[in-house]
């Protein structure tokens, strides 16, 4: 489980294709890597990635062809940088919102506009998942917690303050980039709640308003 808080911008110094998948090799940056372990969980750029090889300035991890189909690794490259965030410890503080490494699918930048002192940025999410995502609610990109500002159909309004853009790759972005999205965990189980028992049985995953009058939770 992570924060969504970054510790580190580290960049990829290394990409071996073994096939249908391939190893990832991340230079690390201000990430501490005393405590770091074989079998260690390494959120990066959102993804939650196995240490399976490291040293004091790097770590290696296998990227699978699910992660690739799935995530924005597909278009990585060498040089290219990525947020860093170790697993939480359950004796530090949570200082963002809770994130498994799991991402829900692929954004794009569509708009970035400069303010006196933040930015705000505009992203396309997928379709399939945009019903997660709300005005004011939590969604991580690239790895990290954010709050939604605003919504508008498919695409969602992100703020972002000078330290932010300053501790992560946001910095970075230009119109078109590809980000990673992780939606808030607690509206998927929301929508599975919702289902209440018809859950074990049903072959949609959409709830209507008319699954919610027919339960309910609404009137008709």
Same mark, same amino acid.
């Given at each position: ?37 074989? #079998? ?16 004091d300035d790097y770590y290696a991890a ?153 339960? #309910?939770?609404?009137?008709?």
């Amino acid at each position: 489980m992570f924060t969504g808080i970054i510790e580190s911008v580290g960049n990829i110094r290394r990409l071996d294709d073994l096939g249908d998948n391939f190893r990832l090799e991340v230079h690390v940056g201000k990430l501490d890597m005393h405590d770091v372990h074989l #079998g260690d969980s390494i959120a990066t750029s959102g993804v939650c990635l196995t240490v399976v090889d490291k040293g004091d300035d790097y770590y290696a991890a296998d990227v699978s062809a699910e992660t690739i189909k799935y995530t924005g690794f597909a278009n990585y490259k060498i040089g290219d940088k990525v947020n860093l965030e170790k697993a939480m410890r359950a004796d530090s503080r949570f200082g963002g919102h809770i994130v498994s490494g799991h991402v829900d699918g692929v954004g794009s930048v569509k708009a970035i506009n400069k303010h006196s002192n933040y930015v705000e940025v505009w992203v396309e999410a997928p379709t399939d998942i945009a019903k997660y995502i709300a005005h004011k609610g939590s969604i991580t990109v690239d790895g990290v917690s954010l709050t939604v500002n605003e919504v508008n159909g498919a695409s969602f309004m992100l703020w972002l303050i000078p330290h932010t853009l300053q501790e992560t790759v946001f910095g970075d972005y230009v119109l078109g980039t590809k980000v990673n999205l992780e939606v808030d965990v607690v509206a998927r189980y929301l929508e599975r709640l919702l289902q209440g028992d018809k859950a074990a049985h049903a072959n949609k995953k959409d709830i209507s308003l008319r699954f919610l009058a027919e339960n #309910g939770y609404i009137k008709k």
